[in-house]
């Protein structure tokens, strides 16, 4: 089969397409990929930056969608299924490994572009507003960065669980056009955006961007609100003044969606079944961006650099 190689720590340019045995593990779903989703933890990965940090070389990728044509018995899964899968690791390849309690059926109505797009940013999402922020109905959701894959997702989530406005924060207004057909009630540009919405007047913002803007988005918060901390793609982590936390009673909250999933065999199953009719409504539909071939997954990977990217990044075999 062929697959993307990280042989060395020297950047996406690096990587390479290579022509390995195909996998097998009889504990484990086999997976004809038909997309795979590329994330920032990848780009990371390319320089040996994240946390996970595979021996070299190694068939990197997180997330796929495709066809199923090996499965444990027991596991619920047929030959022939359409699946959405965390592989963690060799998703980048024309066949993938997952475990079978990390493998989804796909409904009909979702295309494996958007089923590699789904598990890790609306599992996250769902974490963070749900069982990390606690969501309730009728509440103000702002969501930073709300182009991107996680944004979207975030819009979405909110408007499926009940939020009464959700309002996207981007940087040009293209993006803006992609929050609102994401379902954004409201979208205001990143500069000045605490004077577009007002101090004090949402209940939960939803931040994956973090860097200069992280004060403005305290001072957004109501009595009780909640600042959801999902990453840092401006680049900086910003620090908490906690005096800011006394004021309107607020709190920033850690949300670390992979470590606390992973260690918990069937937990981002039961997220799965708590989305999975919001999927099939069309609630929640991926925003798939750009798509790219295997043998471009060099080009895929520096687009996620410039911020620029909108939606998901898809290679497809």
């Known amino acids: 089969m062929r697959a993307i190689h990280i ?11 290579v022509d ?18 590329v994330a920032f ?31 444990p018995e027991g596991s619920g899964l047929s030959v ?16 993938a490994l997952a475990r079978p309690d990390l493998t989804f059926v796909l409904p009909d109505e979702v295309s494996f572009e958007e089923g590699a797009s789904f598990t890790f940013n609306y599992a996250t999402v769902y974490f963070a507003l749900i069982e990390r922020g606690h969501l309730t109905e009728g509440e103000t959701v702002l969501v930073h960065g709300a182009a991107g894959g996680i944004g979207t997702a975030a819009i979405q989530l ?11 924060v981007v940087s040009t207004e293209a993006k ?9 009630d409201e979208v205001v540009m990143a500069d000045g955006f605490l004077e577009a919405v007002g101090k004090a007047s949402v209940d939960i913002v939803v931040d994956p961007v973090g860097g200069d ?19 840092f793609t401006a680049g900086s982590i910003p620090e908490v003044k906690v005096n800011r936390l006394l004021l309107n009673n607020i709190s920033v909250v850690g949300v670390g969606w992979g470590a606390y999933a992973m260690s918990r065999e069937g937990h981002v199953g039961t997220e799965w079944e708590a989305m999975l009719p919001h999927l099939r409504s069309g609630a929640l539909r991926p925003v798939v961006g ?28």
């Not at 930056?49 to 969608?65: I, M, N, R, S």
């Not at 022939?80 to 066949?95: P, S």
């Open 7 to 17: 042989s060395s720590l020297d950047g996406p340019e690096a990587v390479e397409v």
């Open 176 to 184: 803006g056009e992609i929050a609102r057909a994401a379902g954004a």
């Open 80 to 95: 022939g299924d359409r699946v959405a899968a965390l592989t963690l690791l060799g998703g980048f390849a024309e066949r």
């Open 41 to 71: 933890p990848e780009l990371l990965q390319t320089r040996g930056l994240y946390q996970l940090k595979p021996d070299l070389p190694f068939v990197p990728g997180a997330e796929v969608a495709g066809v199923v044509t090996a499965a």
């Open 290 to 317: 750009a798509t790219h071939r295997l043998e471009d997954a060099a080009q895929a990977l520096t687009s996620l650099e410039g911020r620029t990217v909108t939606g998901k990044v898809v290679l497809v075999p």
């Open 20 to 37: 390995l045995p195909d996998p097998a593990n009889d504990s484990l779903v086999t997976i004809e990929v038909k997309a795979a989703g």
């Open 213 to 231: 803007r992280f004060t403005d988005s305290l001072r957004s918060l109501r009595e009780h609100g909640r600042l959801l901390v999902i990453g």
């Open 158 to 168: 909110a408007k499926a669980f009940g939020a009464g406005k959700v309002i996207g």
